[in-house]
DNA sequence: TAAATGGTTCGACTATGGTCGAACTATGAA
DNA sequence: TTCATAGTTCGACCATAGTCGAACCATTTA
């Protein structure tokens, strides 16, 4: 019975709420600090410190002390994934839970999910890469292509930048409303920054919503649908 | 902090570690009995009984009465993936639990993932199947090609029989080991029948380990070797 | 320096929930 | 029928761990 890993430990770090609420909020990818995140957790700070402390030695948080401050954000992007995966399950094991809402709506839309577009748009997007030609499958990681390549920078990205970290590229992401992938990696990332650069979207900073403008969602929708 | 779905949920349902035994256990796809899976968590048949109940309701099991008998399977793949996934984390963030012992070994090399072949062996036969064509991407799900269908069929397996389930045919699923994919769904399902239909390899019941004869594995090998 | 803000540590309280013994139901075998 | 095995339910016990108040560091600002 002792097979594998030791999933209990981890499972159970994720399952109180408290810590779930601060690891869905840290799914925004922002780096937040201990006293937004006992906001967030709806518990005292010094509650929060020890679930800090708790989720950083069980490796699914990393911290940063700047100053007098403690800025937190998840360990991985492999994190994020489990995360979201978790989310899925939920979605669709939790019985009545799924009553959307308005702004559930909006998050289904578009949101941010560990500094990536996620939700309906976020999988358009990946969708047409695929379908372009602009992603392909080397065996089992995701690979920009040439042409992808040289779409991405007319798009106004510096792609030398992204490679010298070495965190990868690309990597897809299971989308817990969507059911599909969406593009993840630091691609995924920089796209996001993109779109806000240009005034297409921008984040709502309390939930994790995306809102694009109605001229950046027209441009967004007119580069998903192509003419292919 | 309402976002998205009830996460903590299903996580605390995981997080037990009685539970979290259940579900590993089950893991190696087949239907077990409430007997088998108390034995296997190591608590009484009273509070394998609770557990079982609370699974259910958390839509992580199905549950199957026949005569005097419970069996139990996990309710999906898609929960298959997520422990799967979840194992991944445990291995890279449980500090100082791997310590790879003599058992832990054969599980590295074949295991069986909810009836599917996992570990080395299964994503070798994964790349394998990648490299020679015979697994494509269609946008993000995993199609059999053409050359992949005649490979299968002449290997001895019935397409159109496995075509009758609305599961889907293929389908990824991260290896907690390799930290890579293996073919999962049901055809990663009926290969792995039909290893053992040729006398290549059985489960041991105990274990999720799947033991390759000599033969079966030089064999097994030949097949994922080839020749391009 | 003092004051204020951000975090941590300690201790005590409390409750949720896992656990088992015992009694009970249900199916199968003799 | 009686006996045995498989599961469930109930009740009581108990431990783990989440929670906050209070006091304590640390850093920045006045």
Redesign the interface.
């Known amino acids: ?1 002792k ?15 408290a ?3 601060i ?3 840290l799914m925004s990818g922002k780096a937040l600090t201990a006293t937004e995140l006992a906001r ?3 518990v005292t700070l010094q509650t929060t410190s020890g679930h800090l402390a708790k989720l950083e030695r ?3 948080t990393r911290a940063l002390k700047q100053g007098r401050h403690k800025y937190v954000s998840l ?1 991985d992007d ?2 994020a ?3 979201e ?11 009545l ?2 009553r959307t809402g308005p702004r559930d709506e909006a ?1 289904r839309k578009a949101r941010v999910c560990y500094n990536h577009l996620a939700g309906d748009m976020g ?1 358009r997007l ?2 047409r890469f ?2 372009r030609g602009y992603l392909g ?1 080397d ?2 990681s995701l690979i920009l292509t040439g042409s992808g390549a040289a779409f991405v920078r007319d798009f106004g990205i510096d792609l030398d930048a992204l490679d010298k970290g070495r965190a990868p590229l690309c990597r ?1 992401c299971l989308d ?1 409303s969507e059911r ?2 969406h593009l993840a990696g630091s691609l995924g990332r920089v796209l996001l920054t993109r779109f806000e650069e240009l005034g297409w979207a921008r984040r709502d900073p309390a ?2 919503v995306v809102h694009f403008s109605q001229s950046g969602e027209s441009q967004f929708d007119r580069l998903v649908q192509g003419v292919t």
Chains 1, 2 share one sequence.
Do not use: S
């Open positions: 019975m097979d594998g890993p030791d999933i209990a430990r981890i499972a159970a770090l994720i399952g109180d709420p810590r779930a609420n690891l869905t909020a967030e957790a709806g069980g490796g699914l360990a492999e994190v994934r489990v995360l995966a978790l989310m899925g399950l939920a979605a669709k094991a939790g019985h839970r799924t998050l999988t990946y969708d695929i379908v499958r065996g089992e897809d817990w599909r992938a939930t994790r």
